[in-house]
């Protein structure tokens, strides 16, 4: 559940810069046999050990407020110089952690999904002036429905997102 340990932190220590762009009016989405998961926040934060994490959420992380229960796709590259970088990502170098319907006081969920058996799959990550063109392919995520210790699945889906992220502070080690 390190999904969860690390969105604790990014709640309490984000930055209180909501006016750069991609915090807010962010549309991307990730079928899930079937069940469309929408999010309308992008973010991105770099670690002082050159890991960078990129978030999609349904909810604002800078505001404070948890909603009762949220959903989170999040992307982990190493950074390039200390940004968000471009390129493209073979399936050993990158990791991806999807969270659907969490509640956030039990911890049950939906689905808690990780990248980490995925065949083939692809990261690219490009950007042109202040939007970022993000896309998964091929991607195969593992994991559990139904809280933890649910029933075991599998799910084959994709991703794409372009637009702004916004920059938070939080600590990622």
Known sequence: MACLALFSGVVCSCSDDDDDQGGGGASASVSINGQNVNFSYAYCAVASDGECEIMFTNFKMTGGNVPQRYSMLMISVPAQNGQVPAGTFNNTEYDVTLLVNSDWETENYDYYLEGAYRQGGSLIISKDGGAYT?????????????????EPVSVATSFSYMGA????DIDIN
């Open 134 to 150: 993000i896309t998964l392919s091929d991607l195969r995520l593992e994991g559990e429905r139904g809280g933890e210790g649910g």
């Open 165 to 168: 992220l916004q920059k938070i």
